[in-house]
């Protein structure tokens, strides 16, 4: 694409991310730790997607890390894209706009590869959305024999993640390649092939064929399905098995972007642990993960630190699959916490190991703000704990929820399933005995029982799990939860959320299927079976899938999984060593993970019989262990420092800095309460000594005069901060205007005494400068709207219904919320978009006005102008642009100037 028609799609692109769009800084791409490389100077240029909307796909730690590995590689350069929310993926087939990469504007099909990350079974329907509004075609045969109209080829088309590496047959005709595994060194390896292809100019054939040679890579055009299901190549010169790439983790590519819009995890996050050992046998991440590795404590440490301050962040977490197993975790945590004790900073850690809660854990996730905190006891029978091999009993339960709950949790969450092999009714009423047994044994004087949050999962097998061919009915979900719902009623202080049974019916029928699989993910997506559908409408997406199941002819295969096809535990020897011995749709994939002691491992779940974690006790002879996947590697405890306390927020205020800012270009896309988080990191990197306010929550004495309309510019905000350290207000512009985007400068700071109204009490009054434009055809000249604005003005009570927070409806006067109003003079017109000038036809203007702006709701807002306007002209018009000039904190000099 050459550089005229790429700045007519960034031109298209910057025409839709309006304030009628929700959420539209989600687009922006200019937060900070964006990546902006030189187009030219790349030779493999990647853009890498999270089908999810922004919030989800920007807060992933594996999409962070990616990202800064392939944009740190010379000569590539790596994008981002995310799904579209409906409205801005209405525009954009509206108005025949692509998908663009948020940071260069560009249309995905302008890069050489385009990789989604697949993490979820049902995740492929957003995928297949995001190609169509690429325009790209859905399927790797037709991206092989069509090229763009521009002549240049297709994209590559890849997915990874842990769907992708556990069973891409589903989706097998939607990707050119996959990758298994870790990407950290895998993807810069791709990349590498990609620019020799390009440089000797192969075909897209010969550069799959190439890449198909990368263990790692699975290019599913190069094998075929037989009649079995299983997968074999269909050429002499690719692998039979695929290896699944192992890396080692590296937690400073993890400090990265720093959204501007609240994302799902809001906070920085370090990875300590790839890998579990734990065994459980439903588990798939800690089967595909293996072997588990420790990151060294000094990496953690220097990595928090850095990146706290470095990203303005408030909170950040500690990532593994069992944290608690990062026996280092007590000295790190509490380094950190000592190290970040005056940052007013908490941690947050993921569902974690009961039995290995203590009060060290506990002082390093306390603090001002109290994260909370998950358990997963899975089962609710220690029969049914350890034929999964949970590894925990019923004392060490009990030992870690009292624990959490002497410390200071008032409520703890905690996860359990149902339709676990071997489960009977006494093991699924387990689970609300076992709750009402905790809230008995958590009971203070003085203080209210134990609270508890459960999240009730419906068991689905996954590929490369002990627990692979055992089949699961939904109709038996239900009537399990049915029981559990009765058994739950008497129970005070808990909240239960059960997963809906045709979820689980889904990702079961999708997640272990085969290649037939495609037509159904296709079909389902075509009627309107996308991600968002499943929480909009759950009858109607789940009516998409049955619809397109029926339509592939595999009915049958589905009411298998509504009824049960076969349960492991009732199954006769001879006939279970039959199934086991079936070729599986996944067998061709090499996760390290010997097939044969999956079956043996089964064989132990119908004994109840359990197995030691390898990490700590002997090897379990897996099969990971090797030249091929490493071993192993873990880092034995570290001695605890001394706890230095929680933070304690200081109060005390010795200076109070009013600053004057700007909010200019993107940057007016960008929410109230948005940037008021915007600038509270933004002090938080410049290490400023900000004061605090009081009580349970406390926060930054930081305090806008007035929340500025979403998608109006300003040269006048009005910002107070109040300090604990005296600074010169030239030191303290210097210090937080480096921390700011460029579109937001400091153009004054004063000092105001403590004692003074602050700027939100004081505020009285505001400027604006509004671009207004008429509807009808004929327009006004200059002295018309002059004219207008002078009738407004002569005007003693123009009416205007207004519904307060209490849905009363009152009517007040605009026009005594009015104290000047003409035309804005030319040299102020550079302040509002160069569309938004005034024509000389007439037919736009811009008009200044300073009116009431009052916190406590006087307000004379530019739409109340604009219908003002409309009541003397008789005619109507559109608001195209508001800036606010100015402003005003009392009445004495309100000249405008």
Same mark, same amino acid.
């Given at each position: ?40 100077q ?19 730690? /594996? ?17 981002r ?9 209405q ?10 990469a ?9 890069f ?11 995740g492929a ?29 297709w ?93 080692t983790? @590296? ?48 990496q953690v ?33 509490l ?56 590894g ?6 009990l ?23 071997g ?10 005995e ?49 029981l ?7 129970l ?9 049974v045709?979820?689980s ?7 272990? /299927? ?37 339509? *592939? ?18 199954t006769?020897?001879e ?24 079956k043996?491992?089964l064989q132990?779940a ?16 897996c ?10 590697v ?9 706890? *230095? ?36 990191r ?35 905000e ?35 005494p ?29 002295a ?28 007040v ?6 104290f ?30 300073r ?13 109340h102008?604009?219908? @003002? ?19 005003l ?9």
């Amino acid at each position: 694409m050459d550089s005229s028609q790429v700045g007519r799609v960034a031109a298209a692109v910057d025409s839709l991310l309006t304030p009628d769009i929700a959420k539209p800084a989600r687009y922006l791409g200019n937060e900070l730790g964006a990546v902006h490389k030189p187009w030219h100077q790349a030779t493999v240029r990647w853009v890498l997607t999270y089908p999810e909307v922004y919030e989800v796909g920007a807060s992933n730690l /594996g999409h962070i890390i990616l990202y800064s590995i392939l944009n740190a590689q010379p000569q590539q350069l790596c994008d981002r894209a995310y799904l579209p929310a409906l409205d801005l993926a209405q525009k954009l087939q509206a108005t025949e706009t692509p998908l663009f990469a948020v940071e260069s504007r560009r249309p995905v099909t302008d890069f050489d590869i385009l990789g989604f990350s697949l993490s979820y079974e049902l995740g492929a329907t957003n995928i297949l959305a995001m190609l169509e509004l690429s325009g790209i075609p859905l399927t790797w045969r037709e991206r092989s024999t069509t090229r763009q109209s521009n002549g240049e080829p297709w994209p590559l088309i890849f997915a990874g993640g842990q769907t992708a590496t556990s069973n891409p047959e589903p989706y097998a005709d939607f990707f050119d390649f996959v990758a298994l595994g870790d990407g950290e060194e895998l993807l810069p390896e791709i990349g590498l092939v990609v620019e020799e292809g390009k440089t000797a100019a192969w075909g897209r054939e010969a550069v799959l064929l190439d890449l198909a040679q990368v263990p790692g890579v699975y290019v599913p055009q190069f094998y075929d399905m037989a009649a079995d299901g299983s997968v074999h190549p269909n050429r002499t010169n690719v692998p039979a098995r695929i290896l699944r790439r192992v890396a080692t983790p @590296m937690p400073h590519y993890a400090i990265g972007l720093v959204p501007y819009v609240e994302t799902v995890h809001d906070r920085l996050t370090v990875e300590i642990r790839r890998g579990c050992t734990r065994g459980c046998r439903f588990c798939q991440p800690g089967m595909l993960t293996r072997p588990a590795r420790d990151v060294e404590p000094e990496q953690v440490i220097n990595a928090i630190e850095t990146g706290m301050r470095a990203t303005g962040y408030d909170e950040f977490s500690l990532l593994s699959l069992s944290c608690s197993d990062y026996l280092a975790l007590p000295a790190v945590g509490l380094e950190i916490k000592n190290r970040l004790k005056d940052d007013n900073i908490s941690l947050a850690l993921p569902s974690q190991r009961v039995d290995r809660f203590d009060e060290n854990i506990a002082n390093i996730l306390g603090g001002t703000r109290q994260t909370g905190i998950t358990f997963a006891p899975e089962a609710g029978t220690q029969r049914m704990r350890d034929i999964v091999n949970k590894g925990l009993t019923n004392e060490e339960l009990l030992r870690g929820v009292r624990t959490a709950y002497e410390q200071g949790w008032n409520r703890v969450k905690l996860y359990f399933m149902i339709g676990l092999p071997g489960e009977t009714d006494v093991d699924v009423l387990g689970i609300a005995e076992t709750v009402q047994w905790l809230q008995q044994e958590c009971r203070d004087q003085g203080r209210r029982p134990l609270g508890v949050n459960l999240t009730i999962s419906n068991f689905t097998p996954k590929p490369h799990t002990p627990f692979q061919w055992h089949s699961v009915s939904t109709t038996e979900f239900t009537r399990k939860q049915a029981l559990l719902k009765q058994a739950f009623r008497p129970l005070r202080g808990v909240k239960v959320n059960f997963t809906d049974v045709r979820i689980s019916a889904m990702e079961d029928f999708v997640g272990r /299927g085969d290649r037939r699989l495609s037509a159904v993910v296709l079909r389902a997506w075509q009627l309107g079976a996308g991600m968002d559908a499943w929480w909009e409408s759950m009858d109607r997406a789940y009516a998409a899938w049955t619809q397109a199941i029926d339509e *592939a002819g595999l009915s049958w295969k589905y009411r298998q999984v509504e009824q049960g096809e076969w349960h492991v535990m009732d199954t006769p020897t001879e006939d279970r060593s039959a199934i086991l011995d079936q070729p599986l749709p996944w067998d061709h994939l090499d996760t390290g993970i010997d097939k044969t002691w999956l079956k043996a491992d089964l064989q132990r779940a119908l004994e109840a019989a359990t197995v030691p974690d390898c990490s700590f006790e002997g090897c379990s002879h897996c099969g990971v262990c090797g030249p091929d996947l490493g071993h192993n590697v873990v880092v034995p405890p570290l001695p605890i420092p001394v706890f *230095a306390g929680h933070f304690q927020p200081p109060q005390e205020r010795v200076q109070r800095l009013r600053v004057t800012l700007s909010k200019t270009g993107s940057l007016a896309l960008i929410g109230h309460l948005d940037v008021v988080r915007l600038l509270d990191r933004a002090v938080r990197r410049a290490a400023l000594p900000i004061a605090f306010t009081g009580g349970y929550h406390p926060g930054p004495r930081i305090s806008p005069a007035n929340a500025l309309p979403l998608g109006a510019t300003s040269s006048g905000e009005v910002v107070d901060f109040e300090l604990t350290q005296a600074l010169e207000p030239e030191a303290f512009r210097q210090r937080l205007g480096a921390q700011l985007p460029p579109e937001m400068p400091l153009t004054a700071v004063a000092e105001v005494p403590l004692t003074a109204p602050s700027a939100t009490k004081s505020l009285d009054q505001a400027e604006y400068l509004v671009a207004v434009q008429v509807n009808a055809e004929d327009a006004p000249r200059p002295a018309q709207w002059q004219a207008w604005c002078q009738g407004v003005l002569a005007q003693a009570n123009i009416p205007w219904e207004h519904t307060t927070k209490s849905r009363k409806v009152k009517v007040v006067n605009l026009r005594d919320r009015i104290f000047d109003l003409h035309l804005a003079p030319a040299d102020l017109w550079a302040l509002v978009p160069k569309d938004c000038h005034p024509t000389l036809e007439g037919q736009r203007t811009v008009i200044y006005y300073r009116g009431s702006c009052r916190n406590d709701g006087t307000l004379l807002r530019p739409e109340h102008l604009v219908y @003002m306007l409309e009541q003397v002209a008789k005619q109507g018009l559109h608001l195209l642009h508001t800036h606010r000039y100015r402003l005003l904190l009392n009445s004495a000099e309100i000249a405008f100037c």
